[in-house]
Each structure stands twice: as structure tokens, then as C-alpha cells.
Nanobody
Framework: QVRLVQSGGGLVQAGGSLSVSCAAS????????MAWFRQVAGKEREFVAG???????AYADPVQGRFTISRDNAKNTLYLQMNSVKVEDAAVYYC???????????????????WGQGTQVTVSS
């Protein structure tokens, strides 16, 4: 059984830094595509960043150059480091994993099979 447990997040001042983590069990994250999505109330969930099983990364334009997705294979944990945070980054952040090993990466939330519980990120101006 695959399980994704998130931690981190919280309140950050605009311009500051914050990180979120996603500890996986039941799957080796080195073999599957994973991603971070975020959602604001009343809006669709949107892609933030993704990491392929190969380690290649991709970012949504609004976060390019400010956010970094990474993983620690030994800890089987995915991370999102958020720097130069903006007010518009405030959202509930979700980690996600595709269920098929060595599958292609995706920015489409419908192609992800497993989800973390969500972590609130609040940005003060």
C-alpha cells in the first residue's frame, strides 16, 4: 500500500523561504515520477514542480527559479524548497506519485495515483 505523508509548510513572510516534505512508503520513489501540486479554494489544483524517475525536474513558470524539487532516495522522501515566496504562492500543497514504475512524468493531476494529505502554506505580506 502506497502512502504519502507530508510535513512542513506553515506561515512565511513574503520574500522568505519555506519547505515541505513528503515521506513515501510502499513504493521506491527513485522509480516513479512525483510532483507537487497546489490548490487555492475555489480553483483547480495546479502543477508546481515535478521530478522524473531519472531525476529530471520541471517547474511551472510562476515558480521557476524560486522553487526547487528534490528527493532523498535513501530516506524515500520528496521535498519542495520554496524561496522568495510571494503572496500568490499561498495554497494547500500536495505531493503526488504516479503508480507505474518508470512511467513518464506529467503535469496533469489526473495521471497521478497517490496523494499526500495536503499542507497549508500561508504567506503574509
Amino acid at each position: 500500500q502506497v502512502r504519502l505523508v507530508q510535513s512542513g509548510g506553515g506561515l512565511v513572510q513574503a520574500g522568505g523561504s519555506l519547505s515541505v516534505s513528503c515521506a513515501a512508503s510502499g513504493v521506491r520513489i527513485r522509480a516513479i515520477p512525483m510532483a507537487w501540486f497546489r490548490q487555492v479554494a475555489g480553483k483547480e489544483r495546479e502543477f508546481v514542480a515535478g521530478i522524473a524517475w531519472s531525476g529530471a525536474t520541471a517547474y511551472a513558470d510562476p515558480v521557476q527559479g524560486r522553487f526547487t524539487i528534490s528527493r532523498d532516495n535513501a530516506k524515500n522522501t520528496l521535498y519542495l524548497q520554496m524561496n522568495s515566496v510571494k503572496v500568490e504562492d499561498a495554497a494547500v500543497y500536495y505531493c503526488a506519485a504516479r503508480g507505474t514504475i518508470y512511467s513518464r512524468s506529467s503535469a496533469d493531476s489526473s495521471e497521478f495515483d497517490y496523494w499526500g494529505q495536503g499542507t497549508q502554506v500561508t504567506v503574509s505580506s
